[in-house]
């Protein structure tokens, strides 16, 4: 089976900072571009952030115009991580981060910035 988890989530002040991880099993990341989306309370899902699967040298990534400059998407050197460094957080921020990979998803870390 593909899990997909999420982690490092939580409260933080405008301003500050977190570091959001996904690890995978199930699925061979590096073959498949991977994304974050978010969903706010109230609000549709809003894609954030894609980083192609293409060897590092070549990979790219891709942002929101919302988190462009503030926030980073990476993967881990095991290709099995994902990570999301988050900058700069505004309260627009606020919301459940997903991982996406191949059509599936995580089960959400939640990020309040308050």
């Known amino acids: 089976d593909v899990q997909l988890v999420e982690s490092g989530g939580g409260l933080v002040q405008p301003g500050e900072s977190l570091r959001l991880s996904c690890v995978a099993s199930g699925i061979t990341f590096s073959r498949h571009d991977m994304s974050w989306v978010r969903q706010a309370p109230g609000k549709e899902v809003e894609w954030v952030a894609v980083?192609?699967?293409?060897?590092?040298?070549?990979?790219?990534?891709s942002y929101a115009d919302s988190v462009k400059g503030r926030f980073t998407i990476s993967r881990g050197t095991s290709n099995a991580m994902m990570y999301l460094e988050m900058n700069s957080l505004k309260t627009e921020d606020t919301a459940m981060y997903y991982c996406?990979?191949?059509?599936?998803w995580g089960q959400g870390t939640q990020v309040t910035v308050s």
């Open positions: 980083i192609t699967s293409l060897p590092s040298l070549f990979r790219a990534a």
């Open positions: 996406a990979c191949a059509g599936y």
